[in-house]
């Protein structure tokens, strides 16, 4: 089981969503009380829980104050262009062993480090934090602890699996796993069109493509064997299987994700530097 200690979530939308429904599994405990905030009382209703103090900015504009009293965790959920005016607001008030962790892209430790006095992380988790199977990259800043990055992994291996990079790495692990799960349902798309141009109808193309993807990460996450031996014993010598591979190489897509990133990535530095 894994325990944490008083948490706040600062900007509780989809991703600060998210990770509070990881926080609230039968397998995670957290020792005080999780807050949460938002800026409409409607969403903060909608969040209200046991274990949960959910507040929202439009009935108490002390609610981010209110929310980081005595927490160990930060969590900043809110857009990028928020970050800075959030921590403003929040570095006097912080408790003095206040662990501040960032989810907003695009927003590097040195610029938070300069607002608030504590400790300072990164994390880039994707969307599959929805249904508890996000990867997270986490980055220590440079007043983190062991201790601090040990609550930063725990926290984010409630909703999935965490890689530890630094934080030089972390726009390039959001070209991969990021956007991933975007190339992964662009894929979808295309196939789906193409059964469709097949003579099957949505429904069916649906059925077949989407079963068929998922089939596929199932078996890839079932055991030890790597995407390739599993494409081998479906590609028999000779077979239908071996010429749509060979149409795939041809058309090199190793090149083309090579290109897809490189633009993700010079798109990430564009952002960060504003």
Known sequence: ??????????????????????????????????????????????????????????RDPDANLMAIDGARIVLVGVKPAMVGDLLRSIAGHLAPDALVISVAAGVPIAAMEALVPGAVARAMPNTPAVVGLAVTGISAGTRTTADDM??????????????????????????????????????????????????????EAAVMVNGTFRGASELLAAGDVPPEELRRRVTSPGGTTERAIAEFVDADLKATFDRATAAALARAKELAAG
């Open 1 to 58: 089981m894994a325990t944490l200690p008083t948490i706040a979530i600062l900007g509780s939308g989809s991703m600060g969503g998210a990770i509070l429904s990881g926080l609230v599994q039968p397998g995670v405990s957290v020792t005080g009380d999780i807050r949460v905030t938002n800026r409409t009382e409607s969403k903060a209703e909608a969040l209200a829980a046991e274990g949960v103090r959910s507040l929202s900015l439009e």
């Open 150 to 203: 040990a609550l930063t992994r725990a926290l984010f291996e409630t909703v999935g699996s965490v890689l530890e990079v630094p934080e030089a790495k972390v726009d390039a692990l959001s070209t991969i796993s990021g956007s991933g799960p975007a190339y992964v349902f662009y894929l979808i798309e295309e196939l789906t069109r193409t059964a469709i141009d097949l003579g099957f109808t949505p429904e």
